[in-house]
């Protein structure tokens, strides 16, 4: 008896989409609040996508962006030739490019990758620009069992939630933003692991912490670390069927915010922490306008700014200031080293800082005021201290 081959290149329209081909894709982690049996039948590619259309694409070319990032978070390399799902992302500016949903697209239409979690868009660069995207062919689109376009945003919408309350119910909330200016200083801010440090040290301190990202980009293994951190629950947009808050309208950039807040509230603790991750600079007109609201500033009791270069971060303390944010904590991965402190203070910056790749426990969860015991901290810390001092180097810089 023959064996059923399926043809690899064959995305007729109305065909059915079988569980063996599903497999050979990337699913990326944009696309996790759709269930893998959503994905039906093939369907027509759209001459121009909605926001949030799930597309199966090809890759071209490999650039910047040379892995994806599924629903699990592992990062898998990509190759030209390589299948996965994608979806279309909203319009958004950044620098010197722009990028937006394809306009009258077909078959075989050149989009690029806009990052690894899976958006994909047209890109139209100013001149001088040398960005270079890694860039994929247009293959498909899908529909459910219902006969419609597969798209993230109707399958998110079954968790939100109606926004009942905005009051912070004895939890202190913690506002975690990087200061980089240049975009391209932005992944090396530090920003990301000060998240993660914040919630280490509230977690060893004992206290219940919940922590989610409000802004960025489809980042799955973010919030895998958080949770491996000690975060008791995660909860981010792309869960609400938004692979990214770039490019959205201001009306639903902020029910999105609010409702990651309120998901992360009930989910903690009296007593507890809520840590709301902003995942694009302070720079960015729509991360200063979200802090500027007096909604956001009555509901953060801290605001953590995070940047590698004194000078990022003095602007942005600079920013913040403006903003009436008094209770300010630095976080820099330069932060122990005696040239660095000697610059803080140089310019006058009273604030704290911490280093958030060596993360001192007491020092941290202190400065939060994260326990009335101070003896508990100080055990914990010794155990800290008994696992550096097997790696000599480490010690070291926790000595200093």
């Known amino acids: 008896m023959n064996s059923v081959v399926e043809p690899w290149n064959d995305f007729a329209a109305g065909t059915e989409v079988s569980a063996r081909r599903f497999s050979t894709w990337i699913y990326p982690c944009s696309c996790i609040p759709v269930p893998p049996e959503a994905f039906s039948t093939f369907a027509e590619v759209p001459p121009e996508p909605s926001v949030g259309d799930v597309l199966l694409v090809e890759v071209a070319s490999v650039g910047r962006s040379t892995f994806v990032e599924d629903s699990y978070g592992c990062c898998i390399p990509i190759f030209p030739g390589t299948q996965l799902l994608a979806v279309a992302a909203p319009a958004h500016s950044c620098a010197d490019l722009t990028s937006q949903p394809g306009n009258k697209l077909h078959l075989d239409s050149e989009l690029e990758l806009l990052n690894t979690g899976g958006t994909i868009g047209l890109v139209s660069r100013q001149e001088g620009s040398t960005e270079r995207f890694t860039t994929v062919l247009l293959k498909s689109c899908f529909r459910d069992e219902g006969g419609s376009i597969v798209n993230t945003s109707e399958y998110g919408k079954q968790r939100w939630r109606p926004v009942v309350t905005k009051s912070k119910q004895s939890r202190k909330v913690i506002g975690v933003v990087n200061c980089a200016a240049d975009r391209y200083l932005h992944d090396i801010s530090g920003w990301s692991s000060a998240t993660k440090a914040l919630v280490y040290a509230l977690a060893s301190a004992g206290k219940t912490v919940t ?171 010794e155990k800290f201290q008994a696992v550096a001092s097997q790696t000599p180097k480490l010690a070291e810089k926790i000595d200093d």
């Open 211 to 381: 922590a989610g990202r409000v802004s960025g980009n489809a980042a799955r293994r973010e919030l895998r670390l958080l949770r491996a951190a000690g975060a008791d629950h995660v909860a981010d947009y792309v869960q609400l069927g938004y692979p990214t808050t770039r490019g959205l309208d201001n009306d639903t950039a902020a029910l999105l915010f609010w409702q990651v807040y309120q998901t992360l509230l009930e989910s903690s603790c009296e007593g507890g922490f809520v840590i709301l991750e902003f995942g694009e600079s302070l720079f960015n007109d729509r991360t200063s306008a979200r802090l500027a609201s007096k909604d956001v500033q009555g509901l953060l009791d801290r605001l953590v700014i995070s940047g590698r270069q004194i000078e990022d971060l003095d602007k942005g303390v600079q920013l913040a200031r403006g903003l009436n944010y008094k209770s300010i904590l630095l976080a820099s991965p330069a932060a122990g080293s005696a040239s660095f402190k000697r610059k803080l203070s140089e310019r006058e910056l009273e604030f704290p800082c911490f280093d958030p790749l060596v993360v001192n426990i007491a020092y941290v969860s202190s400065l939060l005021n994260a326990t009335q015991l101070e003896g508990e901290i100080e055990l914990v810390q």
